[in-house]
Antibody
Framework: QVQLVQSGAEVKKPGSSVRVSCEAS????????ITWVRQAPGQGLEYMGR????????NYAPKFQGRLTITADESTNTAYMDLSGLGSEDTAVYYC??????????WGQGTLVTVSS | AIQLTQSPSSLSASLGARVTITCRAS??????LAWYQQKPGSPPKLLIY???KLEAGVPSRFSGSGSGTDFTLTISSLQPEDFATYYC?????????FGQGTKLEIK
């Protein structure tokens, strides 16, 4: 059974950084891509970026280039999403997900990140 | 980046009705399109991939079609559990953007 378990909710100050973790079960790290998607309150889904753990390759959506870093630790089957320079517009639920080449097929439970002074 | 435009943005329909949601891409994406269903407080759920392939475990009342720039998601007979928000996403070229969503409500 595929499971993606994310870290808990965070409250951050403007200008700070946040790290969200995502522990995957099974063969996720060996055979799949880990993707990060976020959803602001009452809004739609926004694609952020991905990592292919087996080759340690990353891609970031242009909007997040320069302040988003996605990493993976194969020894613990855990992926990390680091976002810096937080502003109120970054308040959202952040999801990690397992991706196949043409679909996202399993999702974590989501992590609420609130940016507030 | 490729943009996906869904229509309508919201839709009211009755139980048992047939419903169609459209997703239009700003440029051709071949058949590299997926559809998801999302209910409040939950992550999205994959319904359709490669434009028309039904994900395992998804009821057969869901179907997808299209290629190039125009795609549709059809629900043949609405059930109570189908009232949710639906998103399309392309996988043609990076970044793999989503449509803005279509909220399906009970009439």
């Amino acid at each position: 059974q595929v499971q993606l378990v994310q870290s808990g909710a965070e409250v951050k100050k403007p200008g700070s950084s946040v790290r969200v973790s995502c522990e995957a079960s099974g063969d996720t790290f060996r055979s799949y891509t880990i993707t990060w998607v976020r959803q602001a309150p009452g809004q739609g889904l926004e694609y952020m970026g991905r990592i292919i753990p087996i080759i340690d390759a990353t891609n970031y959506a242009p909007k997040f280039q320069g302040r988003l870093t996605i990493t993976a630790d194969e020894s613990t089957n855990t992926a990390y999403m680091d976002l810096s320079g937080l502003g109120s517009e970054d308040t959202a639920v952040y999801y990690c997900a397992r991706s196949r080449p043409t679909a996202i097929d399993h999702w974590g439970q989501g992590t609420l990140v609130t940016v507030s002074s | 980046a490729i943009q996906l435009t869904q229509s309508p943005s919201s839709l009211s329909a009755s139980l048992g009705a047939r419903v169609t949601i459209t997703c239009r891409a700003s440029q051709g994406i071949s058949g590299f399109l997926a559809w998801y269903q999302q209910k409040p407080g939950s992550p999205p759920k994959l319904l359709i991939y490669d434009a028309s392939k039904l994900e395992a475990g998804v009821p057969s009342r869901f179907s997808g079609s299209g290629s190039g720039t125009d795609f549709t998601l059809t629900i043949s007979s609405l059930q109570p559990e189908d009232f949710a928000t639906y998103y399309c996403q392309h996988f043609h070229s990076y970044p793999y953007t989503f449509g803005q969503g279509t909220k399906l409500e009970i009439k």
